[in-house]
Nanobody
Framework: QVQLAESGGGLVQAGGSLRLSCAAS????????MAWYRQAPGKQRDVVAR???????MYADSVKGRFTISRDNAKNTVYLQMTDLKPEDTGVYHC?????????WGQGTQVTVSS
């Protein structure tokens, strides 16, 4: 089992910044994929950014150039630096940890961007 603990959400004005953190604990393995997903009210959960153990990254088109995902493998932690936030970035941000056939989710942290 892997437990994920997210932090860093909150209320921010449009154009502002936030940094999300997700610490993984439990049965951590060397090679894993970590990601952030966003679920806006009434919508499905969509991937925002993903990062491999070696640092390779992928971003949703809507956040390219504004968000940066990074990870500290020694601390088993993934970060999401969000800048130039927009109201459409509002939602619950969930951390995701995946290796092989196994996948784990965090409870989520709320991000609200006011216009």
């Amino acid at each position: 089992q892997v437990q994920l603990a997210e932090s860093g959400g909150g209320l921010v004005q449009a154009g502002g910044s936030l940094r999300l953190s997700c610490a993984a604990s439990g049965s951590i393995v060397s090679f894993s994929l970590m990601a952030w997903y966003r679920q806006a009210p009434g919508k499905q959960r969509d991937v925002v950014a993903r990062i491999g153990t070696g640092g390779s990254t992928m971003y949703a088109d809507s956040v390219k150039g504004r968000f940066t995902i990074s990870r500290d493998n020694a601390k088993n932690t993934v970060y999401l630096q969000m800048t130039d936030l927009k109201p459409e970035d509002t939602g619950v941000y969930h951390c995701n940890y995946r290796y092989g056939p196994y996948e784990y989710w965090g409870q989520g942290t709320q991000v609200t961007v006011s216009s």
